[in-house]
């Protein structure tokens, strides 16, 4: 399909692309830079994941260019990403270091605390949660809009807990209504409604002014103890106001709405045009999307890929197939999403070319390990794509799961969420967990980017 019959058929049919109306030139000549964060269950089977057709070592360093490559050289697992090889970069040879290293034997639990925030968990009864904010936020806080949604945080599925954190303890919620979603980001703006939506704006103004008012009144008449919460409480408030103006004067196409209550597949297909329209309208430019459990028949495989398949893997060749085929299923959403986000033109590119997406996952192998955790990474303009880069995974770090065998694992996964932060122009080099302890008492680094995945 040609790029038009493309968003046609995926609702975006108002206009020829998703592009901010009016003068467009000069504003989108430089494009912000965008990140959106695929997160997904179980890790992955790396036999069927890897791609190394050279045959190199697991304990080298290593480079392979994945231009070159054709589509049965690629893994079956992400066999459906070869059209993007020249625009992706697969890191192999990271580790969940400090997960494995946490005090907590719920494995699940731990993962999705610390894959996205390089921190230690903190406990409550039964929960466990992340101890610093997720990368998402931390890049979010830089290169967002105070005046537009500084992130989104979305889902599809089941999953046991979000991976997302505003700060140490503090969970964001993912929206996992496509409905909501798109009631959130076009049904409250002026975007459908002409003067009845400006209108709208002009009200909510009024009203947050008067609030504001109020508080500034009431301040001066209570103890200083309640002055800090009520300042605390105006501040959201003044926040919200520079939203509500923001967006007031926002002017872009809008997107079909789509219905509540579709199963997993129709819920993730119906996001998709309105990440990418929230993103190519400037209304945001971080978006995480957490993606739960896949249902079995998705895959093509009845009963629980939790307990039936992800535990057996290593024992079990039918296990091996399906978490082969559950690794596919992901590929292929990533694949529609990276299609939607190329089919979109911006600048002298396509959105993609403007947006980091990283797929990443909460382990490292679907048996709770979390020793070599793949990581794929497309577009963006920070990365030297069109490769697969793997760091020896000679650390001393004995893993308590059920892979056998696993004396040594990888690099520590907080400098790839450095690394990520750095290609979008954060400056930041270090996460809460900075080193940790191998089991000879030897200290390893968790500080810095990769810098062989930046562009110099």
């Keep these: 399909m040609n790029r038009r019959v493309f968003l046609q058929s995926l609702g975006i049919g108002l206009g020829s692309t998703l592009m901010p109306m009016g003068a467009l030139s000069q504003e989108r000549a430089n494009s912000p830079q965008r990140l959106i964060i695929v997160h997904t269950q179980h890790g992955a089977w790396t036999p069927t994941w890897t791609i190394n057709p050279w045959g190199y070592g697991k304990d080298l360093f290593w480079e392979g260019d994945l231009t070159s490559l054709t589509p049965e050289e690629f893994s079956p697992s992400l066999r459906p990403l070869h059209g993007y090889r020249n625009r992706m970069l697969l890191v192999e040879g990271l580790a969940l ?13 731990k993962g999705m605390a610390h894959s996205l925030t390089g921190a230690f968990s903190q406990f409550v009864p039964a929960v466990v949660l992340g101890g610093g904010p997720s990368i998402d936020q931390i890049i979010a806080s830089e290169i967002g809009r105070p005046d537009r949604w500084r992130s989104l945080e979305l889902g599809v599925g089941n999953s046991k807990v979000n991976a997302i954190y505003q700060g140490p303890g503090q969970m964001l919620t993912a929206m996992k209504d496509p409905a909501l979603l798109h009631d959130r980001l076009f049904g409250n703006t002026g975007l459908m409604g002409g003067e009845a939506g400006q209108s709208q704006f002009q009200a909510r103004s009024m009203v947050i002014e008067r609030a504001l008012e109020q508080f500034s009144r009431t301040k001066k008449r209570v103890s200083k103890a309640n002055r800090e919460v009520l300042s605390l409480h105006e501040e959201l408030l003044g926040e919200l106001g520079t939203r509500v103006a923001g967006l007031s004067d926002l002017s872009c196409y809008s997107v079909d709405a789509p219905e509540s209550g579709g199963d997993f597949e129709a819920t993730f297909q119906a996001m998709l045009p309105q990440m990418a329209a929230a993103l190519s309208c400037d209304m945001t430019r971080v978006i995480t999307l957490q993606l739960g459990d896949l249902p079995g028949e998705l895959i093509g495989f009845s009963g629980d890929v939790h307990d039936q398949y992800a535990h057996r893997v290593h024992e079990d060749p039918n296990s091996a197939d399906v978490m082969t085929a559950y690794g596919e299923v992901h590929a292929r959403q990533v694949r529609d999403l990276l299609d939607i986000l190329d089919a979109i033109p911006e600048g002298n590119g396509t959105l993609l070319d403007n947006t980091l997406v990283a797929w990443v996952g909460e382990m490292g192998s679907p048996a709770h390990g979390f020793n070599e955790w793949p990581v794929a990474l497309f577009g963006g303009q920070g990365l030297h794509l069109g490769r697969v880069v793997n760091y020896p995974q000679t650390i001393p770090f004995y ?46 680094d968790c500080t810095g980017a990769l810098k062989e995945l930046l562009k110099t």
């Design 97 to 109: 270091l400090s997960a494995e290293a946490d005090q907590s034997n719920l494995r699940h639990e």
């Design 399 to 444: 893993e308590d799961s059920l892979v056998p065998g696993v004396d040594t694992m990888g690099l520590p996964h907080q400098r790839l969420l450095i690394t990520l932060a750095q290609s979008l122009g954060v400056n930041i080099s270090k996460l809460p967990v900075e080193s940790l302890v191998d089991v000879n008492g030897t200290s390893i």
